[in-house]
């Protein structure tokens, strides 16, 4: 039977502060972005990812990381992360006091080559150096497999290579990690089968799964997610964000399709789903736009509409 | 694991041209539907729901049944379905030359009463009048548990109730069962549940499964149903179609997104979905708006990218 093997428990974190305002064509003022945070730091999330720490010159967008950091009020049990692409950053998010810092690297080389400008072994070595740096803290560092369930650009990746960046991860001590579907190819059968090889090799390092809904896969792939025993999932309010590769493609997964479809399910993702849903029908006035997320459209399954008056 | 109780080969139905059609705003020209359905039919699909004879009063987009029934080309091994709503639809569908009647009731008693204006038991009687037309007849009958995830106006309903309408459709001699959710309210360990139950009782009369994708876990539920031991599933081009409660909610699950799932995930659907993705892309054309399908914008996985120039 399905969710058999299940804990019962699963943890929600989202990135849409980072990973959607990120791609926005507009720059989303730092002072909605820390409304943001604050508001949902109060719905029962376990991870907020809050910005990246990168050159303002990448990304514009992001150029707020320290103000925005600087601006919210921390609350009790959530974790606040930072992406970080190098040792500047790593710098500049300890001195902002992060709580965790979430370092990526594709394994899929010309998606490295592409996204990060270094080679898979150049980005391990550059990982050990931020390791030094944060060596002594209380910062936790995570550690996301990109294209790990697939490479835009050089295909599928075998099964033994995610595993094999798993085992650099923790050997660097890296305290969890995110195997991540950056371009939206992950199939329920490969999630099941990866999960099951992590759960077997890895089960005492925490794994977060991170899928985007580039292909309509996202949620089924949640579903095989959880049923090989992963118990966290990345998603993004609204749905927004996640890079995607075609013109009205969709990225991230929308986190309150994913909370709805959990707690549905029998699940207890410590979410409040009608705060979060609140949040999230503010959203199109924050970036100006449509969102794709469907349950602000459609509301939760058990909201029942009035009989009609038949003859 | 995932799947391990799984059928390799899963059986695809598309209702586009019934359930999406029905719903457009204007009606689709009846050469539109004819050619559709010809190129439909030489996909692999194992089921075309064509038409409904219902009257041209209640649903105008469907008015010409008889016309697109007289002029499509009949495709060996492609199932021909028309939807009947009572007996003078079924004497029109059998005159028609339909391979087969579906027979929808809902077992929500307020959705039955607003969408067919009947009770249950009313519904029952009219399908037993319409089994005796169909007596001596090649033409199969299947029947639709409509609501059997949720009614939008009474709720959930007991699975007992969904298996009690299912052994009254079989001691009336359907031929097949549809478990229908109306109105996008299934959720995976639901469909996981019913699935079960239904394989544990009715293994020997054929099941389909229907999903919307109203709150985004339609393909979540294709991977419960599949996993359940169900090998058949409804779904539409496009993703058009399905009575969405909401303005902009999403209805019917896109037929090209979830053969694409199955198939990377080790299925087969007999379906050429080079040629389906081919049609869904002319698909906006004939409607005159977007659809919601996320394949014809983002391509198939295993469709590579060039890698990019790097320094």
Same mark, same amino acid.
């Given at each position: 039977?399905?969710?058999?093997?299940?804990?019962?428990?699963?943890?929600?974190?989202?990135?849409?502060?980072?990973?959607?305002?990120?791609?926005?064509?507009?720059?989303?003022?730092?002072?909605?972005?820390?409304?943001?945070?604050?508001?949902?730091?109060?719905?029962?999330?376990?991870?907020?990812?809050?910005?990246?720490?990168?050159?303002? =010159?990448?990304?514009?967008?992001?150029?707020?990381?320290?103000?925005?950091?600087?601006?919210?009020?921390?609350?009790?049990?959530?974790?606040?992360?930072?992406?970080?692409?190098?040792?500047?950053?790593?710098?500049?998010?300890?001195?902002?006091?992060?709580?965790?810092?979430?370092?990526?690297?594709?394994?899929?080389?010309?998606?490295?080559?592409?996204?990060?400008?270094?080679?898979?072994?150049?980005?391990?070595?550059?990982?050990?150096?931020?390791?030094?740096?944060?060596?002594?803290?209380?910062?936790?560092?995570?550690?996301?497999?990109?294209?790990?369930?697939?490479?835009?650009?050089?295909?599928?990746?075998?099964?033994?290579?995610?595993?094999?960046?798993?085992?650099?991860?923790?050997?660097?001590?890296?305290?969890?990690?995110?195997?991540?579907?950056?371009?939206?190819?992950?199939?329920?059968?490969?999630?099941?089968?990866?999960?099951?090889?992590?759960?077997?090799?890895?089960? =005492?390092?925490?794994?977060?799964?991170?899928?985007?809904?580039?292909?309509?896969? *996202?949620?089924?792939?949640?579903?095989?997610?959880?049923?090989?025993?992963?118990?966290?999932?990345?998603?993004?309010?609204?749905?927004?964000?996640?890079?995607?590769?075609?013109?009205?493609?969709?990225?991230?997964?929308?986190?309150?399709?994913?909370?709805?479809?959990?707690?549905?399910?029998?699940?207890?993702?410590?979410?409040?789903?009608?705060?979060?849903?609140?949040?999230?029908?503010?959203?199109?006035?924050?970036?100006?736009?449509?969102?794709?997320?469907?349950?602000?459209?459609? *509301?939760?399954?058990?909201?029942?509409?009035?009989?009609?008056?038949?003859?």
């Amino acid at each position: 039977m399905l969710f058999a093997k299940a804990e019962k428990r699963v943890y929600v974190n989202d990135v849409a502060v980072r990973d959607g305002f990120q791609s926005e064509p507009e720059f989303v003022p730092t002072e909605e972005k820390i409304g943001l945070i604050n508001r949902l730091s109060r719905t029962g999330l376990r991870k907020i990812e809050v910005t990246s720490f990168v050159s303002p =010159k990448a990304i514009p967008n992001l150029r707020d990381a320290q103000e925005v950091m600087a601006g919210i009020e921390r609350v009790a049990g959530v974790t606040y992360v930072a992406l970080v692409p190098n040792e500047r950053g790593c710098e500049r998010a300890l001195e902002s006091g992060v709580d965790e810092i979430n370092l990526v690297m594709s394994i899929g080389e010309s998606h490295n080559l592409a996204n990060m400008r270094m080679t898979c072994e150049q980005s391990l070595e550059q990982f050990r150096r931020v390791m030094e740096l944060v060596r002594g803290s209380e910062v936790k560092v995570n550690g996301t497999v990109a294209t790990a369930f697939g490479c835009p650009f050089d295909g599928d990746q075998p099964v033994y290579r995610v595993l094999w960046a798993v085992e650099q991860y923790q050997a660097l001590g890296m305290h969890s990690v995110t195997l991540a579907d950056t371009t939206g190819m992950a199939h329920p059968r490969q999630v099941a089968e990866l999960s099951a090889a992590y759960m077997d090799l890895f089960s =005492k390092l925490p794994a977060t799964l991170h899928f985007h809904n580039t292909r309509g896969m *996202g949620l089924a792939n949640v579903i095989a997610g959880v049923d090989g025993g992963i118990n966290s999932f990345d998603a993004s309010l609204g749905g927004i964000g996640g890079c995607p590769f075609a013109p009205g493609a969709t990225g991230n997964i929308c986190t309150e399709d994913m909370v709805h479809m959990l707690e549905s399910s029998g699940f207890d993702t410590g979410v409040d789903l009608d705060r979060l849903l609140a949040i999230a029908r503010d959203l199109p006035q924050i970036v100006g736009h449509d969102v794709p997320g469907n349950l602000i459209r459609a *509301g939760k399954r058990d909201e029942l509409h009035a009989r009609p008056a038949t003859a």
